[in-house]
Structure formats: structure tokens, C-alpha cells
T-cell receptor
Framework: GENVEQHPSTLSVQEGDSAVIKCTYS??????FPWYKQELGKRPQLIID?????GEKKDQRIAVTLNKTAKHFSLHITETQPEDSAVYFC????????????FGRGTQLTVWP | NAGVTQTPKFQVLKTGQSMTLQCAQD?????MYWYRQDPGMGLRLIYY???????DKGEVPNGYNVSRLNKREFSLRLESAAPSQTSVYFC??????????????FGDGTRLSIL
């Protein structure tokens, strides 16, 4: 089955609004949860990550929250700007396989000026 | 410090032709990966190499082979290309050791079309 489910698949917001993307997973042994941003025609780039011993992490306008009990983690972008428009991927590891990440299918975020 | 370098950037092949995609990293990372990216499917792992001398299958290994030539280089080979292998291919590397996973760093991708 799916290792990680990501929702929504598309998200449109007005500039200045907040955007939230959520991922759910099933493996309780997962410990590492990165988020990647991919602009059109570019490589995926890490924007923030969190480990299982932390519930929340912030970096300027970006934050990630993790709920290990409910097995979900979310990306929060505040005060969105047009340059935030991109595809965002969540990912996670699994305790049984070192070094391997499992990616969600991505969320296309569009920020309208 | 170039990070992860992939060659070529673009390639068009005919069905049945073979080719090798090259990847090199200069970050002294132990682990390297090959993904394919298709619309709506996210990033799917083809093969990975957790350390020099080892390779393992990912989600979609059929039709591909890999070689971890040394710590820096990890190549992906299509022996007999098929139209279903038309995709964007990304190589990545990370310093994953022990039980502690680290971020993966991606190359710029190879856009491959099979006619």
C-alpha cells in the first residue's frame, strides 16, 4: 500500500494567505520527515525537515508540525508570495531501510498576486 | 563544489537502443539514488546504493541496471529502451549512516524521451 499520502494535490491561495499541506503515513518506525520544493523544470530542493523527537520546527515563513501518535505531518507556509508557487513533496524514512526516502505524490501550490 | 552532476541533460532515443546516464557527487556522501519522475506520480526510486560496493532495488527497477563505480559515481543503464521509460531521471546523494537519515541532494535531472 501507500507509504505516504499527501493532500491536497493542488492548492491555490491569494498572496499573503497561509497554505497548509498534510501527509499521513503508516509506519510507526519512521523517524525523519523532510519537505522538498520543486520549481518548474528544476531539481527538488530541501526546504525544511523534522525528526521524530521534535513536534514542530520553524524557519522564517515555513514551519513543519509532526504528530507521531496520529501519524501525520504538515507543512505550513505563512504570508505566501508568488515565488512560493511550486510543487511541494513530503517524504519520510522507514525504520527498516536505512537511507531510503519515500515520497508523497506532490502538491502543486499556486500563489496568486 | 558542484554538488550532484548529471549527464546528459537531454536525450532522445529510439525504442530498443541502450544508454547510460551518468551521475557524480563531490560531497563525499555514502549513499546515492536514482529516481524517475512522471506527471502526478511524484518521485519513484529505481535503484539505490547505500554505500560503495552495494546496490539495491527500489520501487521500479525493471528495465534498468546500475553500477556504483566508486564513492563518487553511480550510473544508470537502460539496456533496451522502451517508450514507457520516457521520463525525467534524477540522481541524488546523502550522508545516511547508521540509523540516522540525512537529506538527499538532487542533481538537475536528465530528460529522456524514447520514440
Amino acid at each position: 500500500g501507500e507509504n505516504v499520502e499527501q493532500h491536497p494535490s493542488t492548492l491555490s491561495v491569494q498572496e499573503g494567505d497561509s497554505a497548509v499541506i498534510k501527509c499521513t503515513y503508516s509506519d510507526s518506525a519512521s523517524n525523519y520527515f523532510p519537505w522538498y520544493k520543486q520549481e518548474l523544470g528544476k531539481r527538488p530542493q530541501l526546504i525544511i525537515d523534522i525528526r521524530s523527537n521534535v513536534g514542530e520546527k520553524k524557519d522564517q515563513r515555513i514551519a513543519v508540525t509532526l504528530n507521531k501518535t496520529a501519524k501525520h505531518f504538515s507543512l505550513h507556509i505563512t504570508e505566501t508570495q508568488p515565488e512560493d508557487s511550486a510543487v511541494y513533496f513530503c517524504a519520510l524514512d522507514r525504520g527498516s531501510t536505512l537511507g531510503r526516502l519515500y515520497f508523497g505524490r506532490g502538491t502543486q501550490l499556486t500563489v496568486w498576486p | 563544489n558542484a554538488g550532484v552532476t548529471q549527464t546528459p541533460k537531454f536525450q532522445v532515443l529510439k525504442t530498443g537502443q541502450s544508454m547510460t546516464l551518468q551521475c557524480a557527487q563531490d560531497m563525499n556522501h555514502n549513499s546515492m539514488y536514482w529516481y524517475r519522475q512522471d506527471p502526478g506520480m511524484g518521485l519513484r526510486l529505481i535503484y539505490y546504493s547505500a554505500s560503495e560496493g552495494t546496490t539495491d532495488k527500489g520501487e521500479v527497477p525493471n528495465g534498468y541496471n546500475v553500477s556504483r563505480l566508486n564513492k563518487r559515481e553511480f550510473s544508470l543503464r537502460l539496456e533496451s529502451a522502451a517508450p514507457s521509460q520516457t521520463s525525467v531521471y534524477f540522481c541524488a546523494s546523502s550522508e545516511a549512516t547508521g540509523s540516522y537519515n540525512q537529506p538527499q541532494h538532487f542533481g538537475d535531472g536528465t530528460r529522456l524521451s524514447i520514440l
